[in-house]
């Protein structure tokens, strides 16, 4: 597959707290023209925690950037494109979202293949720069309990056929990006 620069699709794969969400923003930046960010969890106001950490994501965002609370980014993906640059932070929460939706913890694997198919297509076609940041999980002990082995064999599937349809991938560790593709 060859793009031209603006339609460049890039995996930015990290751990928790690897630095994986600053590197996406980086190349946003550095990229030409506006900046959407798709954020895939939509807030809970009863999480401070996690209210907390998108307030820091806001204060480091350029103030220009548009930004999208969706949990469903092929929808999003699949709607008439604005020009420029559109980062999805993350695919993480937006798999956690649909194997909740579907009540899925307990079923056997592939049950939310409707919907990984569709982000995979979405993407694949999608017509600007797109920079998708996804967790890289699973280098540890076998998780003990069953969602948790659902989780990370879910989104290492998801992770292979992402990076698939991407132009390049990097892994974030430590906050440094290794580039895989
Ligand atoms: N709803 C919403 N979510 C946001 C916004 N900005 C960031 N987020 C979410 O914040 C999450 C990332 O939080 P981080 O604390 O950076 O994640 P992390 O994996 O621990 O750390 P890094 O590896 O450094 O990215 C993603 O799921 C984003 O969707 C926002 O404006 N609105």
Redesign the pocket.
Known sequence: MSHSDSSRRTLVL?????????YAEELAGAATGPVR?L?????DPADLD?AA??A???DR?PADWA?V?SADPAAVLSAPAPEGTTLI??I??WLTACIDARDAWESPRGTVSPEADALVAAVAAYPHRLII?S?EVGMGIIPATRSGRLFRDEIGTLNQRLAQVCDEAFL?VAGLPLRLK
Do not use: L
């Not at 954020?39 to 807030?43: D, E, G, L, V, W």
């Open positions: 990290g751990g928790a707290r690897s630095g994986k969400s600053a960010y954020a895939t969890s939509i807030p996690f950490r998108i820091t994501h806001r965002r930004v609370e932070d993350d993480g929460t940041v967790p974030v």
